[in-house]
């Protein structure tokens, strides 16, 4: 059986690769820092029962070196892996007055924990395996008032490049996937703050909607697939055209 591993698994994006992955007989490993949240999921969808679960905080490198232990000792490898786990921006705001430790925060989550994440992926891959990291429209586009998560994404998409061609010589083909706004629980608590939230950002982007989950995953599920067989180190832009606009 091959073995999925699915950073971030307990809702939004994360959650839908992992129930996508489970349908195609997958044997999947999954992790987020909120197990209550993970147990309810569970109830709502009782097929995440065979997943394994594991309460893993990815900032903080024991916790993320015992998951990998824990795959290693377990399963002994990975088939795939999608690199998806990411917290609330913590330095939004004008630059100079961000405070640094926030700053420092927001390079941590969003782009060193996705590099650990890889390097020890890829630890445990042979020819034939297949990553994808979940950047943002952010990493291909100036976003003010969030430069340092535009930074950290932007980041992720140099590393995505440049490791994909290191381990292509492996036959491991590493790619990202964009993706724009899409409408998550993130969003749904933004918008018990602002009722409005969704017409209005729906405004901005040139198909005038938000992403599905759903399309995302299907992007990474292309990716991942045999389909895209000879696509490497490529971002696949998932944004209504927002990247355009």
Same mark, same amino acid.
């Given at each position: 059986m091959?073995?999925?591993?699915v950073?971030?698994?307990?809702k ?6 992992v129930l ?8 999947v490993?999954t992790?987020s820092r909120a197990?209550?949240t ?25 916790q ?7 795959i ?5 490898k990975?088939?795939?892996?999608i690199?998806?786990a990411?917290?609330a ?6 630059f100079?007055e961000?405070e640094?430790?926030?700053?420092k ?5 969003d782009?060193?924990?996705q590099?650990?994440?890889? /390097?020890? !992926?890829? *630890?445990l891959? %042979?020819a034939?395996?297949?990553i994808v990291? @979940?950047s943002? +429209? ?5 976003t003010?008032?969030a430069s340092?998560y535009s930074a950290?994404?932007?980041a992720?998409?140099?590393l995505t ?12 083909r ?11 629980p /993130?969003? !749904?608590? *933004?918008?018990l %703050?602002n009722?409005?939230?969704?017409s209005? @950002?729906s405004? +901005?982007?040139p198909i005038?909607?938000?992403g599905?989950i759903d ?7 292309f990716l991942?697939?045999d389909?895209?067989?000879?696509i490497?180190?490529h ?11």
């Amino acid at each position: 059986m091959k073995i999925a591993l699915v950073t971030g698994g307990s809702k939004g994006i994360g959650l839908q690769v992992v129930l996508r992955l489970v349908t195609q007989g997958y044997n999947v490993i999954t992790c987020s820092r909120a197990k209550d949240t993970w147990m309810d999921v569970t109830k709502k969808y009782p097929e995440l029962k065979a997943v394994d679960y594991q309460p893993v905080d990815i900032s903080d490198e024991q916790q993320l070196e015992s998951l990998f232990t824990h795959i290693t000792e377990r399963y002994g490898k990975l088939d795939i892996a999608i690199n998806n786990a990411s917290p609330a921006l913590a330095s939004r705001g004008y630059f100079p007055e961000v405070e640094v430790p926030l700053l420092k925060e927001t390079l941590h989550v969003d782009f060193l924990c996705q590099a650990l994440c890889l /390097r020890s !992926e890829l *630890k445990l891959m %042979e020819a034939g395996a297949s990553i994808v990291n @979940v950047s943002s +429209v952010n990493g291909i586009r100036p976003t003010p008032n969030a430069s340092m998560y535009s930074a950290a994404k932007h980041a992720l998409e140099g590393l995505t490049k440049s490791v994909a061609l290191e381990s292509i010589q492996s036959g491991i083909r590493i790619n990202a996937v964009a993706s724009g706004v899409t409408w998550t629980p /993130r969003w !749904e608590e *933004k918008q018990l %703050e602002n009722a409005n939230i969704r017409s209005d @950002v729906s405004d +901005v982007v040139p198909i005038k909607r938000f992403g599905e989950i759903d399309e995302i995953v299907n992007a990474i599920e292309f990716l991942l697939s045999d389909k895209a067989s000879y696509i490497v180190g490529h971002t696949l832009v998932v944004d209504g055209g927002l990247s355009l606009a």
